[in-house]
């Protein structure tokens, strides 16, 4: 899709690794996963039209690639958002975005929020966000091989509040130290996203 075809072609054509072992080597490899979850190798294709589920670019930032420079030194992730689903315990919801006061961040879901259920439709609809946290077999996990790993919410650290304009654009605005109680309405700090249907190749 033009969004990606600019700055990483190959992501439009990826293949699951393990498709490609013969049985053997696959029951060998798959020893070392720590993801349990189906599919095995992982999932990032996630965007349906019409759902806040997906890959979302800030309008105007040329998609993935996220601008062009002279350099070829750009931070293109902070025109990056992401609705989408854990790497490793799949069935709990991760919002990602790539500049949050100068930072990438990453945030588990508090609540009942569906990414597949926020539409037009819906209207806004706030979530609340908190802190990330990971445990294997009861313990904080940092890192080192398990295969019972889960992701949980820790401290609440505030609300984004999403509104599908249309089936491709989206606007979001994050809260930070806010609960959704607290939130009314979108501010002048609301940014406007879309799948980067209008990307253009960098010469």
């Known amino acids: 899709m033009a969004a990606y075809n600019n700055r990483e072609p190959w992501k439009v054509n990826t293949v699951a690794p393990l498709d490609h072992f013969t049985d053997a080597v696959k029951a060998e490899v798959l020893t070392r996963y720590v993801r349990t979850a189906e599919p095995r ?26 601008g062009e420079t002279n350099d070829g030194k750009t931070e293109y992730w902070k025109m990056h958002l992401s609705l989408a689903y854990d790497y490793i315990d799949s069935a709990k919801l991760t919002l990602s975005i790539g500049d949050l006061g100068g930072q990438p961040t990453q945030f588990a879901i508090l609540g009942d929020a569906d990414w597949t259920k926020i539409t ?24 080192q091989f398990s295969t019972n790993i889960v992701m949980s919410p820790g401290p609440a650290k505030g609300t984004a509040l999403i509104e599908m304009t249309g089936a491709e ?6 809260f930070l130290g806010k609960t959704p109680a607290q939130v009314t309405g979108f501010t002048a700090a609301a940014k406007t996203y879309d799948r980067g ?7």
Request: charged content about 20%; proline content about 2%; overall charge negative.
């Open 41 to 66: 190798d992982g999932k990032f294709d996630y965007d349906v039209a019409g759902q806040a589920v997906g890959t979302w670019f800030v309008v105007g930032s040329n998609g993935y690639a996220g």
């Open 120 to 143: 037009a439709a819906s209207g806004p609809v706030k979530v609340e966000l908190a802190q990330r946290m990971y445990t294997a077999d009861g313990k904080q996990w940092s890192g």
């Open 169 to 174: 654009t989206m606007k979001v605005e994050v």
């Open 197 to 203: 249907q209008d990307a253009h190749m960098i010469q």
